[in-house]
């Protein structure tokens, strides 16, 4: 069974801070990753994505990817309270399959002003 | 920016009923997806579809299920007999080169009610 982790939270951050969400995933041949952001009763938003071992930078998002430690990260800077969201790490098993994605149950995140 | 349009965004059905749910993708993205999200639970994947034909399913996606392309734009997920537990969020998502690219866009969504 694959399967995708995330702490469920709620992860509290100070307006300012560096809000770090972490997610770990089972199969080792994953090779697509994704992390969603999700507002109450809303559909998940594409963040980003990452392929290649090591960091991503877009804006004040960074993506950490370890494939030896089946480990992808989110680090957000100058956290915004619009930031304060669910955070959904989805990883695509691409061995097996072109088209879907393994969700995580997400991280809840606050950002207190 | 473009956008996955879906309707309608609430369903109310009886138990046993049928019910459609309509997407249109992005116009030049050529895979479709399913997926829902029970209340406060993970994001599930249903169906995918390329080619006019179905290329992946969950075992969710059973015979109650079924899904459409009648035309150049629609995108239809179809429940023939709606059970209690069919009650979620559905989202419809597209994309033009599949997960080798940059992710899904979804739509925003149906919440379907079934009682």
């Known amino acids: 069974q694959k399967e995708v982790e995330q702490n469920s939270g709620p992860l509290s951050v100070p307006e300012g801070a560096i809000a770090s969400l972490n997610c770990t995933y089972s199969?080792?041949?994953?090779?697509?990753f994704f992390w969603y952001r999700q507002y109450s009763g809303k559909s998940p938003e594409l963040i980003m994505f990452i392929y290649s071992n090591g960091d991503k930078e877009d804006g004040r998002f960074t993506a950490q990817l370890n494939k030896a430690s089946q480990y992808v990260s989110l680090l957000i800077r100058d956290s915004q309270p619009s930031d304060s969201a669910t955070y959904l790490c989805a990883v695509s098993p691409v061995m097996d399959s072109n088209y879907q994605l393994i969700w995580g149950a997400g991280t809840k995140l606050i950002i207190k002003p | 920016e473009p956008e996955v349009t879906q309707t309608p965004s609430h369903q109310v059905t009886q138990m046993g009923q049928e019910v459609i749910l309509r997407c249109v993708p992005i116009s030049n993205h050529l895979y479709f997806y399913w997926y829902r999200q029970i209340l406060g639970q993970k994001v599930e994947f249903l169906v995918s579809?390329?080619?006019?034909?179905?290329?992946?399913k969950s075992e969710i996606f059973d015979d109650q299920f079924s899904v459409e392309r009648p035309d150049g734009s629609n995108f239809t997920l179809k429940i023939r007999s709606t059970k209690l537990e069919d009650s979620a969020m559905y989202f419809c998502?597209?994309?033009?080169?599949?997960?080798?690219?940059?992710?899904?866009?979804f739509g925003s969504g149906t919440r379907l009610t079934v009682v």
């Open positions: 199969d080792r041949g994953s090779q697509s």
């Open positions: 579809f390329y080619n006019n034909e179905i290329s992946e």
């Open positions: 998502a597209s994309s033009d080169e599949g997960l080798r690219s940059y992710g899904y866009t």
